[in-house]
């Protein structure tokens, strides 16, 4: 228990318990000693009286004078504390007495005690006997002539018994314990008072000691210990206040230095902004340069392929549209991190069935996984899923292409299973695997491993980083286990859903694809060469197309031409309008206030795809698909 006191009751308890035994001690000691002092001095005043009384009563009783005795016990009975005074004969008999016994006088004077202490329901009484001697006498012998001591002399000629109150002494003695008493108690105030002014002085500072430590654990690293005293007490507030102030100059140390390194973050931070505005407007730009051409050729080539050709004009014109689909490719995936960059990208959900998702997205990555020589398979029991069919697709494309281009040999399976209401898609492959190390790594942006020299078959490494945004834009969750050499395995887990009652995506109004029968069409763009291949390729597909190089010049041309079906617009048109503007002017006309457009663009800085979605206007990309564009004016006019 003791072990649980503070510091305080400690102390308290050191300096109280010892100066109270002392107390203790030193009252009982002097109480002891005072007793038996009077104790001792009514017993040598009892034994004085009956000494005297015994002397003075051996004439008397030597003569037989009664009279005498009596006197001389009337006498000693008015003595302090004497209560009862006999003159006993020799033979027992009673001489003379005063007062009144506690007892009976029974017995001879061998039988008697000289001291007896008595005690009745009067009281305590203190009896003393002595021998009344005679005197010791000396007689001349008649017959020898010399002196003789009286043979009589040692038979005492009777006792005088004393009875001594001890009343008196009881009192006295009663007084005395309760001085020491008093005494005790006066010692113990003020020990405890005394004991308690220790443990203060102790205590005190040890507990600022502990209160500026607790303050300054909490924070207060300006509180500080009042010096006082000294020894270890002052030892001990010195230290504190001297850990208080080296820990005050470390805080200010520390606050200075992580001041200095957000100063520091926070111009590294603006400057990889800067960076990454810069490297933004730089991929813009050159998307938008390398697309311009590219959109050209795209058209051309789709056109060339629908004239008559031998088959050795047809491999080339196949390999040529190849190379512009793979060149397409890596710019689509610079324009899907822009548009990802933006926000414009809005999940569209809805229910579709997975088995046939994933049946089109394998048959599209077949003929790549054969001229690699690897095994494809897919494993679907019939389900179905709700996302935005289109962003999914992408998702499970892009790890598709991933795993074939990282897997020298081997098989690549996309698989699906339910768990519970949810349905987990994997695409696994037994390529070279990836080093725990580099999981988080590879889906950031342009990060390709084993390709430093950057090879063209192996893309610009966006793939993953745009699979990583996509799933956390549709709220999925992405999980990748791998293991160097043995492959890997990526997972997206989306939620289940119920067939629907009536399939959604009914095509049975669909419009065939074909020639548009004389389709008035007005085509604007500032760039020669995608001019000419937009309006031969329109050209081809029956359209009657009205060409113009910028807004005002097609302004001009339309109050000239019949009324048009279909607008078809590149966002910069090197004059002061943009398409956007064409089209809102266009739209301004009388009777074409509904007029479906199509706006074609090789920019993909974030702003500009904001822009355009905000304006509602249908988006193509460069290089724009021939059949991409032709499905796109299909739906417009069959909507229309």
């Not at 009077?38 to 009892?46: M, Q, S, V, W």
């Not at 005063?98 to 008697?112: E, H, N, Q, S």
């Not at 020298?408 to 725990?436: F, H, K, T």
């Amino acid at each position: 228990m003791i072990s649980d006191w503070g510091v305080r009751a400690r102390v308290t308890f050191v300096a109280f318990v010892p100066m109270l035994v002392v107390a203790a001690v030193l009252t009982a000691t002097h109480t002891g000693l005072r007793l038996s002092e009077l104790d001792e001095a009514l017993r040598a005043r009892a034994q004085a009286h009956a000494r005297q009384l015994a002397a003075a009563s051996e004439y008397a009783i030597f003569s037989g004078d009664r009279e005498t005795l009596g006197q001389l016990a009337d006498a000693l009975i008015l003595e302090d504390d004497v209560a009862a005074v006999a003159i006993l004969g020799a033979d027992g008999s009673t001489l003379a007495s005063a007062g009144r016994f506690a007892a009976t006088l029974a017995g001879t004077v061998p039988d008697l005690a000289r001291t007896q202490a008595l005690e009745t329901a009067q009281g305590r009484w203190l009896r003393i006997v002595e021998p009344i001697q005679p005197s010791h006498l000396l007689t001349e012998d008649v017959f020898s002539g010399g002196l003789v001591q009286d043979a009589l002399a040692h038979a005492p000629l009777g006792q005088l018994v004393l009875d001594i109150s001890l009343a008196r002494l009881e009192q006295r003695r009663g007084e005395l314990l309760r001085i020491a008493a008093g005494w005790m108690l006066i010692a113990a105030v003020g020990s405890l008072l005394l004991a308690r002014r220790m443990s203060r002085s102790v205590s005190g500072p040890i507990r600022d000691a502990a209160d500026a430590v607790l303050s300054i654990g909490q924070g207060n690293l300006q509180r500080r210990v009042r010096v006082a005293g000294g020894g270890s007490l002052r030892a001990l507030a010195e230290g504190v206040n001297e850990m208080a102030e080296r820990l005050e100059d470390a805080h200010a140390s520390m606050a200075r230095r992580i001041e200095e390194a957000t100063a520091e973050l926070r111009a590294r931070k603006d400057e990889a902004e800067r960076a990454n505005l810069a490297k933004s407007r730089f991929l813009a730009a050159a998307s938008h340069d390398l697309r311009q051409p590219l959109h050209a050729l795209g058209l051309f080539l789709s056109e060339l392929a629908q004239q008559p050709l031998d088959e050795r004009s047809r491999q080339l014109t196949g390999r040529l549209v190849a190379s512009t689909d793979a060149m397409e490719g890596l710019l689509d995936s610079l324009l899907d991190i822009s548009r990802l960059d933006a926000g414009v990208l809005t999940p569209e959900l809805a229910v579709f069935d997975m088995h046939a998702k994933l049946e089109h997205i394998v048959a599209a990555q077949n003929s790549a996984a054969a001229a690699r020589g690897l095994t494809l398979r897919l494993r679907c029991p019939p389900c179905w899923a709700h996302s935005d069919p289109l962003l999914f697709e992408r998702v499970v494309a892009n790890l598709l292409s991933n795993a074939i281009r990282y897997t020298p040999q081997g098989v690549v399976m996309v698989a699906c299973r339910r768990r519970g209401d949810r349905l987990r898609i994997e695409v696994r492959d037994s390529g070279l695997g990836i080093a725990p190390e580099d999981q988080q790594v590879i889906f950031q942006e342009f990060v390709q491993l084993g390709n430093a020299e950057r090879a063209r078959d192996k893309g610009l490494g966006l793939g993953l980083a745009i699979v990583r945004r996509l799933v956390d834009l549709l709220g999925h969750r992405l999980e990748l286990r791998s293991t160097p050499g043995r492959g890997s395995v990526f997972a997206v887990e989306l939620p289940g859903a119920a067939p629907p009652i009536a399939p959604a995506g009914d095509r049975g109004e669909a419009l065939a694809l074909g020639h548009f029968g004389d389709l008035q069409v007005l085509l604007a763009d500032d760039d020669d060469l995608a001019l000419s291949a937009m309006s031969s390729l329109l050209g081809a597909w029956g359209c009657d197309v009205l060409c113009a190089h910028g807004a005002d010049t097609l302004l001009a041309l339309l109050d000239r031409a019949p009324a048009p079906d279909l607008l078809i617009s590149d966002l910069r048109l090197g004059g002061e309008a943009d398409g956007l503007q064409l089209i809102e002017r266009v739209r301004a006309r009388p009777g074409l206030g509904a007029l479906p457009a199509v706006l074609i663009s090789g920019d993909i800085a974030p702003a500009t795809l904001a822009h355009v979605q905000a304006a509602g206007v249908q988006l193509l990309h460069k290089p724009v698909r021939p059949a991409r564009l032709r499905a796109l004016m299909h739906r417009l006019l069959a909507a229309q």
